[in-house]
């Protein structure tokens, strides 16, 4: 027989059993009609940036190189990997490969700060230097991520306007600088989607004005005719000006994302507080310092990118199109002349396997299409393609 003070005990165990399991199952009840968590207000009408993939034969539209590094670099590159440590942490300063892009700079490893692509360059700018109760400066139409970057780290986005060449007035940058101050000023040279290089003289003017930093984003810079790290000396350069360079164009090493940028001393060590440990991978800090032995491989393809786009510019000129004088491996035209509207005549082209990037829906760019320069036979592809459907 059970002893007469276990039936309450077996009672009562029951009854919290029950109420366990009532609890429970409200609790389940309540997880699954739970929502997700919202995102931040202020992300909410913002979209991510993209460019369309798509698989066609010939692909033009997000100025990549048109051709890879030599072998010689994939075999350096493959020796190199092969004595890595891997079970170990990558080195955090990444202090070989900034030592590397001072000497190709002329400058000191202090003033070389490396990231996962000049993007992650930018969004460290702005966590520094920028937040919420500050602004930054574009002038449009422009490189489309540094508003969305930007606004990502809750800056405010001022923009101006450029001229219908592409360039950027002293009196906008005068006006803009003026009236909003701020924190950070950002200049695309040479200009994405234009093409075109920023003026010295504006540049000038930014550094003289502006109440904080002058970013010079250079991911074309090697195709331009001057550039702005000329000014970033040692011996007392300015103390605002940031210039921020990219592997991924002229080094043909988009598959790396691997950015970096020279600025003045003492700024990298600010970065430290808000970029996340060890974020330069072993693999791109080695990849970025092989690629430096073959500076002569990358200012020939530099060369003969040029030779392309210049065959290219000469051929939509001929074909009666608007446009743009470009400074970089890639050039913006205008169909309206034609009596084609953009959006037809990118599908057009997707239709015949070629793709270019539609900046038709952007603001002031109605009409336009932005072709990479490819290799010769994709350059030919692509004029022999425009060249049907608007004829």
Not at 139 to 147: I, K, P, V, W
Not at 298 to 311: L, P, S
């Amino acid at each position: 027989m059970k002893p007469p003070e276990a039936e309450p005990r077996t009672r009562a165990a029951r009854e919290r059993s029950d109420q366990e399991r009532e609890t429970t199952g409200t609790a389940a009840r309540g997880l699954s009609n739970r929502r997700t968590p919202a995102a931040r207000e202020d992300l909410r009408l913002l979209d991510g940036y993209h460019s369309p993939q798509i698989e066609v034969d010939v692909r033009l539209n997000t100025n990549e190189a048109p051709v890879g590094p030599p072998p010689e670099f994939a075999e350096a590159l493959a020796a190199e990997l092969s004595i890595v440590e891997w079970h170990r942490y990558p080195d955090r300063t990444a202090a070989k490969l900034r030592a590397d892009l001072a000497e190709l700079h002329g400058t000191d490893p202090e003033r070389i700060f490396v990231a996962n692509g000049s993007n992650e360059v930018l969004q460290t700018l702005c966590l520094t230097y920028g937040g919420a109760g500050r602004s930054v400066a574009t002038f449009e139409s422009t490189y489309a991520m540094y508003g969305q970057i930007a606004r990502g780290t809750q800056c405010a986005v001022v923009e101006g306007e450029r001229h219908a060449d592409g360039s950027v007035s002293v009196y906008e940058l005068e006006r803009v600088v003026e009236r909003h101050q701020p924190s950070i000023v950002f200049l695309c040279s040479p200009n994405n989607p234009t093409g075109t290089p920023e003026r010295i003289e504006v540049l000038q003017r930014a550094l003289e004005i502006a109440p904080g930093l002058v970013v010079v984003d250079e991911a074309y810079g090697q195709f331009a005719d001057w550039s702005a790290i000329d000014l970033c000396d040692n011996a007392g350069g300015p103390d605002n000006l940031v210039v921020t360079r990219t592997y991924s164009k002229t080094w043909a090493m988009a598959g790396a994302r691997l950015g970096y940028a020279v600025v003045p001393a003492g700024m990298a060590a600010e970065f430290e507080k808000v970029v996340l440990p060890y974020h330069v991978d072993t693999f791109k800090q080695i990849a970025g310092r092989v690629a430096l032995r073959f500076t002569d491989d990358m200012e020939q393809r530099v060369a003969a990118i040029v030779t392309g786009r210049e065959r290219i510019e000469a051929a939509l000129t001929e074909m009666g199109l608007e446009v743009w004088p470009s400074q970089s491996n890639f050039i913006l035209f205008r169909t309206t002349a034609s009596g084609h509207g953009g959006n037809e005549v990118w599908q057009a082209l997707v239709d015949r396997s070629v793709l270019v990037r539609n900046c038709s829906s952007w603001p002031r760019l109605a009409d336009c299409l932005r072709v990479t320069v490819g290799t010769p036979a994709e350059n030919d592809r692509f004029l022999e393609a425009l060249s049907a459907i608007i004829s």
